[in-house]
């Protein structure tokens, strides 16, 4: 068991270059999340699917973009990055609904110069 | 729209000596998640409070859950280097449904 797998660890992206960061989980769960984490602000929820074909805006969704590949795979997407989106960016699961336990990937350190 | 703040924002304390830091919600909440995060770690599970009043121990660590379900504490006694880390709380429940982190709390114990 896996639990939840991030990918890249690391990515130094020009200004207004795209990259997508993949998310798998492995447990089975419905739900799964991305969150970003900067120094002093906490988790900040960017996107979240509540199941398989759903998806919906967080509390910072500006300039990303998610796809929920299956049930087990939910990837973001920056298309243009920007210096304002170097951060620490963490994939989440949890069985049904966000206020059971999430689990976390080992997260993407992003920066955009 | 729903807040979860946390204080301290960062303590630094000798080994042996306790900790705590508390979190509060704008809203009542029908649980309260705490989670550890290691430096260079990410966010790891460490219970969950749903009843009011609710107080919960492990080990070193005890949780509690206000009467009003709208705060919460986490007390670590006699710390020890391995408690190095964030704490965060993150209240579920309230309008949106979903679980709103607090702003953490990042614990440094001096050996």
């Known amino acids: 068991n896996a639990g939840v797998t991030q990918t890249p660890k690391f990515q130094v992206l020009k200004t207004g270059q795209s990259m997508t960061l993949q998310c798998a989980q492995d447990m089975n769960h419905n739900s799964m999340y991305w969150y970003r984490q900067d120094p002093g602000m906490g988790l900040r929820l960017i996107y979240y699917?509540?199941?398989?074909?759903?998806?919906d805006k967080g509390e910072v969704p500006n300039g990303y973009n998610v796809s929920r590949l299956n049930k087990r795979e939910f990837s973001l997407r920056l298309e243009s990055a920007a210096p304002s989106q170097t951060s620490v960016y963490f994939c989440?699961?949890?069985?049904?609904?966000?206020?059971?336990?999430?689990?976390f990937g080992p997260g993407t350190r992003l920066t955009v110069l | 729209g729903q807040q979860v703040m946390q204080i301290p924002q960062y303590q630094h304390v000798q080994e042996g000596e306790d900790f705590t830091t508390y979190c509060n919600s704008s809203t009542t909440l029908s649980n309260i998640q705490w989670y550890k995060q290691r430096p260079g770690g990410h966010p790891v599970f460490l219970i969950q409070?749903?009843?009011?009043?609710e107080v919960k121990k492990q080990k070193r660590l005890t949780f509690q859950f206000g009467e009003a379900k709208k705060n919460s504490s986490l007390h670590i006694t006699a710390t020890q280097t391995t408690d190095v880390g964030t704490y965060f709380c993150?209240?579920?429940?309230?309008?949106?449904?979903?679980?709103?982190f607090g702003t953490g709390t990042l614990l440094a114990v001096q050996p």
């Open positions: 989440a699961s949890s069985s049904v609904s966000a206020t059971d336990t999430q689990y």
């Open positions: 993150a209240g579920g429940g309230g309008a949106t449904n979903k679980l709103i």
């Open positions: 409070l749903v009843k009011s009043g």
């Open positions: 699917s509540a199941s398989e074909g759903t998806t």
